[in-house]
T-cell receptor, first 114, second 114 residues
Framework: EAQVTQNPRYLITVTGKKLTVTCSQN?????MSWYRQDPGLGLRQIYY???????DKGDVPEGYKVSRKEKRNFPLILESPSPNQTSLYFC?????????????FGPGTRLLVL | AQSVTQLDSHVSVSEGTPVLLRCNYS??????LFWYVQHPNKGLQLLLK??????LVKGINGFEAEFKKSETSFHLTKPSAHMSDAAEYFC????????????FGRGTSLIVHP
């Protein structure tokens, strides 16, 4: 089944404790991205990647890191989480290497930073 | 530059009545436009997309949208609402002029009354 998976689905952590949210897709898509969703703000893109070893900042990259060492995986790293990073996070992928294609979303990771 | 405005944060309808969710966009280039749906505690799923072919786009579950360049609108409609349509709907614009960052609207919550 074609899908985007994220882990963990729920995470509670404390300020400053590094964490990684994994994202994997099995559709051989070039384009992958991370979003955060906050009430009343819709989804805002954090980082995107057009292919392996090619990443770039989205609209809200501060406090986040990503890497793209393999085509299928695109982990999101919070080196020193802060309470304002409490949010619902989505990973997405699409073919074609651009954002104009249909994006396929993971189920989301709900993060609470205390 | 691109932007998208969803004109209603909440829309309430009765089951069996028509649905209209409004979206206006701004784009410097030929845009790709999408509607995604998010059911509670789920990821986002594509309803339909416009990519410069037919201006009337049909999607899943009986939804359709019409691209009107003169009005810079891409409103989502459905002739008859079903209880299962209750969800959050997002209008998205992605510029073909080079931006790799799609812009999401803030979302419209569709409430369906029995």
């Amino acid at each position: 089944e074609a899908q985007v998976t994220q882990n963990p689905r729920y995470l509670i952590t404390v300020t400053g404790k590094k964490l990684t949210v994994t994202c994997s897709q099995n559709m051989n898509h070039e384009y992958m991205s991370w979003y955060r969703q906050d009430p009343g703000l819709g989804l805002r893109q954090i980082y995107y990647s057009m292919n392996v070893e090619v990443t770039d900042k989205g609209d809200v990259p501060e406090g986040y890191k990503v890497s793209r060492k393999e085509k299928r995986n695109f982990p999101l790293i919070l080196e020193s989480p802060s309470p304002n990073q409490t949010s619902l996070y989505f990973c997405a992928s699409s073919g074609g290497g651009r954002s104009q294609e249909t994006q396929y979303f993971g189920p989301g990771t709900r993060l609470l930073v205390l | 530059a691109q932007s998208v405005t969803q004109l209603d944060s909440h829309v309430s309808v009765s089951e069996g009545t028509p649905v209209l969710l409004r979206c206006n966009y701004s784009s410097s280039y030929s845009p790709s436009l999408f509607w995604y749906v998010q059911h509670p505690n789920k990821g986002l799923q594509l309803l339909l997309k416009y990519t410069s072919a037919a201006t009337l786009v049909k999607g899943i579950n009986g939804f359709e949208a019409e691209f009107k360049k003169s009005e810079t609108s891409f409103h989502l409609t459905k002739p008859s609402a079903h209880m299962s349509d209750a969800a959050e709907y997002f209008c998205v614009v992605s510029d073909l002029g080079g931006s790799y960052i799609p812009t999401f609207g803030r979302g419209t919550s569709l409430i369906v009354h029995p």
